[in-house]
């Protein structure tokens, strides 16, 4: 049972333009949520995360979006970079629990 | 500051055969976890460890142990392997503060192979 959901495998951008990677939860308990970056051969590496009490959240070329109602996330790279051609994914957990749930993945190539 | 390290970085096993993976890291965290990461899957809790002298399954614990062996270590054995335990396994650690967790830092991972 996938509680954390990147329905797209793959994105390839152009460099400058805007990334824009997606994720869904099911859990309604999910209050703290993260994005990873992760290059091959190396563990992920922390890039940003939103707690709940927010919609958005930015730091730099990175900006994560958060719509509760809707349980979904988005994480936006603008302007995009060759250097940001990672697997990007997604995590979330609820308060008082230390079991982080990550989605499956998504391959950003910036060209 | 090394962070967190893991031993071995690549590992081949035959079925049944037995091994134990180590972490340490040296951020003075006082919660640690293993996941293993397998194709279309993503990451997959195994089990965590909330603090020294506690730990906890995960999302798929079925054919691990673990051992929290003071606050730096913690160790995941595979007492009799399956082909189905091949994966990378990641070690990573993070502050628990008792409500949230702080972002978590990983290893560089092991790639383990059964055969």
């Known amino acids: 049972d996938q509680q954390v959901k990147q329905n797209s495998p793959s994105l390839s951008v152009q460099e400058g333009r805007i990334s824009i990677l997606n994720c869904d939860y099911t859990?309604?308990?999910?209050?703290?949520f993260l994005w990873y970056k992760k290059y091959p051969a190396e563990g992920p590496t922390f890039l940003i995360s939103i707690s709940s009490i927010k919609d958005k959240n930015e730091d730099g070329r990175f900006t994560v979006f958060l719509n509760k109602s809707a349980k979904h996330l988005s994480l936006h790279i603008v302007p995009s970079q060759p250097g940001d051609s990672a697997v990007y994914f997604c995590a979330a957990s609820a308060r008082g629990n230390n079991d982080m749930r990550f989605g499956a993945g998504t391959r950003l190539t910036v060209k | 500051n090394a962070g967190v390290t893991q031993t071995p970085k690549f590992q081949v096993l035959k079925t049944g055969q037995s091994m134990t993976l180590q972490c340490a890291q040296d951020?003075?965290?006082?919660?640690m976890y293993w996941y293993r990461q397998d194709p279309g899957m993503g990451l997959r809790l195994i089990y965590y460890?909330?603090?020294?002298?506690?730990?906890d399954k995960g999302e798929v614990p079925n054919g691990y142990n673990v051992s929290r062996l003071n606050k730096r270590e913690f160790s995941l054995r595979l007492e009799s392997a399956a082909p189905s335990q091949t994966s990378v396994y990641f070690c990573a650690s993070s502050e628990w503060s008792g409500d949230l967790s702080g972002e978590q830092y990983f290893g560089p991972g092991t790639r383990l192979t059964v055969t």
């Open positions: 460890s909330a603090s020294e002298g506690t730990t």
């Open positions: 951020m003075n965290h006082n919660s």
């Open positions: 859990n309604s308990m999910f209050d703290y």
